[in-house]
């Protein structure tokens, strides 16, 4: 299964911006669909946002606008913006390689903390 690391996060004031990133251990260009997922304290993990092998992205409702993801070769990307308290979680990606395929090997995530 592919596996995961994730980067980029950290402390971040209201309205602040990060850049989280997500390193794959097989080139993902070709993947079926690619995924940013957060899980805050004592909530469920929750998907954010996807990106196709064709480069159609969708995103929660809550940060539409927002957030972007985007991909390289091997890395996953999710830019966000004018970030919130309540968005203090641990981010996480993660990959079905093809159709009907199982999510690869959750990382460690990255934590991203309101710093107010």
């Known amino acids: 299964q592919v596996q995961f690391v994730e980067s980029g996060g950290g402390l971040v004031q209201p309205g602040g911006s990060l850049r989280l990133s997500c390193a794959a251990s097989k080139i993902i260009s070709s993947f079926f669909g690619m995924y940013w997922y957060r899980q805050a304290p004592k909530n469920e993990r929750e998907l954010v946002a996807l990106i196709t092998s064709r480069g159609s992205t969708n995103y929660a409702d809550s940060v539409k606008g927002r957030f972007t993801i985007s991909r390289d070769t091997n890395t996953l990307y999710l830019k966000m913006n004018s970030l919130k308290p309540e968005e203090t979680a641990v981010y996480y990606c993660?990959?079905?390689?093809?159709?009907?395929?199982?999510?690869?090997?959750w990382g460690q995530g990255t934590q991203v903390t309101d710093s107010s």
């Open positions: 993660n990959a079905r390689e093809r159709v009907g395929a199982q999510l690869g090997t």
